[in-house]
């Protein structure tokens, strides 16, 4: 069974730009969620989605957002890039019935902001 | 969500049993114990989960004390594959908030 894929796998972005990150999950999973993992400051939890629709997000400002495709694979956004937002984003999938905490997680993308 | 304290660093010898502890004083009736942990640069991975009873899979053995206020996560013959960050954390289903909330785990260092 393949696993949650991400891409790309790295990225290098100037600050002001934008950029889309792309999870694809496990095979039946129908819950994608988004993290960020900043040095230093452990994982965050960014955005929920289930069945296409957002159910929940983190603490975090409007200039980041997603979508879920009819596929269930998702992408998530972030606008006017900043040089904090330099971290290794990390995408999870969870299947409809499964344990909610059950998640698995994809390698990650890792983005540079210069 | 209740809060967990684990040790920031342990160590454990390629094959003997490695026992990491995680306190959770705090913890309320219906949250549950979930371990995972993260390989240098990779994503996290789901090891085990309980509420009150010892659970045991093919990765690891879950112990909960009778009180509920702490856990042990047993890795039975350590690897040196098995040096990651461990992270314990307690939730409930809340219906809607459901997130994970990652503390800054124990990392483990397997030696040989």
């Known amino acids: 069974e393949a696993g949650v894929t991400q891409s790309p796998t790295h990225l290098i972005k100037t600050r002001g730009q934008q950029v889309t990150l792309r999870c694809s999950p496990i095979?039946?999973?129908?819950?994608v969620y988004w993290y960020q993992q900043a040095l230093g400051l452990g994982l965050q939890f960014l955005l929920w989605?289930?069945?296409?629709?957002?159910?929940n997000r983190g603490n975090f400002p409007p200039r980041f957002s997603g979508r879920q495709f009819p596929n269930y694979s998702s992408e998530l956004n972030v606008n006017a890039l900043e040089l904090e937002d330099s971290a290794l984003y990390l995408c999870?999938?969870?299947?409809?019935?499964?344990?909610?905490?059950?998640?698995?997680f994809g390698p990650g993308t890792r983005l540079t902001v210069t | 969500d209740a809060k967990t304290t684990q040790p920031t660093s342990m160590d454990c010898a390629e094959g003997r049993a490695a026992n990491l502890p995680c306190n959770h004083s705090?913890?309320?009736?219906?949250?549950?114990v979930y371990w995972y942990r993260q390989i240098h640069s990779q994503g996290p991975q789901y090891i085990i989960h309980?509420?009150?009873n010892n659970e045991t899979n093919e990765m690891a053995s879950l112990i909960i004390t009778e009180d509920r206020k702490s856990s042990t996560l047993i890795l039975p013959h350590a690897t040196l594959r098995d040096t990651a960050v461990y992270y314990c954390?307690?939730?409930?289903?809340?219906?809607?908030?459901?997130?994970?909330?990652f503390g800054k785990g124990t990392k483990l260092t397997v030696n040989p």
């Open positions: 989605y289930d069945e296409g629709e957002e159910r």
């Open positions: 705090t913890i309320s009736g219906n949250e549950y």
């Open positions: 095979s039946g999973h129908t819950s």
């Open positions: 954390i307690v939730s409930a289903y809340q219906g809607g908030s459901e997130k994970l909330v």
């Open positions: 309980g509420l009150k």
């Open positions: 999870a999938s969870r299947g409809a019935g499964e344990n909610i905490y059950e998640q698995y």
